[in-house]
């Protein structure tokens, strides 16, 4: 069965620090390992991985990817009030009878104090 | 297009009750997933469709949930009879094999069941 576990579960910060979300993951195939940022509603795409240790990057916000370790982070520089959101991270299998499947992690909570 | 559409976005119903969530996918996408978030639990696959075929159903709690896909624009998730711990946001999803595989979620709807 395919997992993800995610830490820290929750993340309380001030504006202007700088936070690492940590994701791990169990799946059979792998295909890829994506992220999504989730404020009051639904979940909204931020990055994909595929490959080790390219970084994805966006403005403030930088994912990297160590298949060896089975991981991932998502780094966030000069945290915003704006930043605080549910933080998912879940990935694709790639093989067999589970090929194209989605499992996400439970998630982090970050809150951004100003 | 209009993106991942879901009806209805709230929903109260007395326990025992039949209660039926509707999607309709993004035009063209092949894969279809229903998910279910709560607090304690996070962001639960509960199945998903390929080319409206089930693949994987083991996340459905038990018999009294059931899904189907009739097409390629239409799927529906039924809880009968509805219980007071299927309270949550339940998700529908979907994704495009051919393209960047992230699944663009729908705004869900919220399930009370008092």
């Known amino acids: 069965e395919d997992k993800v576990v995610q830490s820290p579960l929750s993340l309380v910060v001030h504006e202007g620090d700088t936070v690492t979300l940590n994701c791990s993951y169990e799946?059979?195939?792998?295909?890829?390992l994506l992220w999504y940022k989730q404020e009051k509603k639904a979940p909204t795409f931020l990055f994909m991985l595929t490959s080790s240790g390219i970084e994805k990057k966006s403005g403030r916000l930088s994912s990297i990817l160590d298949k060896k370790e089975l991981s991932s982070i998502l780094n966030i520089t000069a945290t915003q009030t704006g930043d605080s959101a549910i933080y998912l991270c879940a990935v694709r299998n790639a093989g067999g009878t589970s090929y194209g499947k989605l499992t996400f992690g439970q998630g982090t909570i970050l809150t951004v104090h100003p | 297009d209009a993106g991942v559409i879901q009806s209805p976005r709230h929903e109260v119903t007395e326990m025992g009750q039949e209660v039926t969530l509707r999607c309709k996918p993004i035009?063209?996408?092949?894969?279809l997933f229903w998910y279910r978030q709560t607090m304690m639990r996070g962001l639960e696959l509960l199945i998903y469709f390929n080319n409206n075929v089930p693949i994987d159903d083991s996340g459905m709690p038990e018999d009294r949930f059931s899904a189907k896909m009739p097409n390629a624009s239409f799927s529906t998730l039924k809880i009968q009879p509805s219980e007071p711990r299927d309270s949550a946001v339940y998700f529908c999803?979907?994704?495009?094999?051919?393209?960047?595989?992230?699944?663009?979620f729908g705004q869900g709807t919220r399930l009370t069941v008092v």
């Open positions: 999803a979907s994704s495009w094999t051919g393209g960047v595989p992230e699944a663009f």
């Open positions: 799946v059979t195939n792998f295909r890829s």
């Open positions: 035009s063209g996408h092949d894969y």
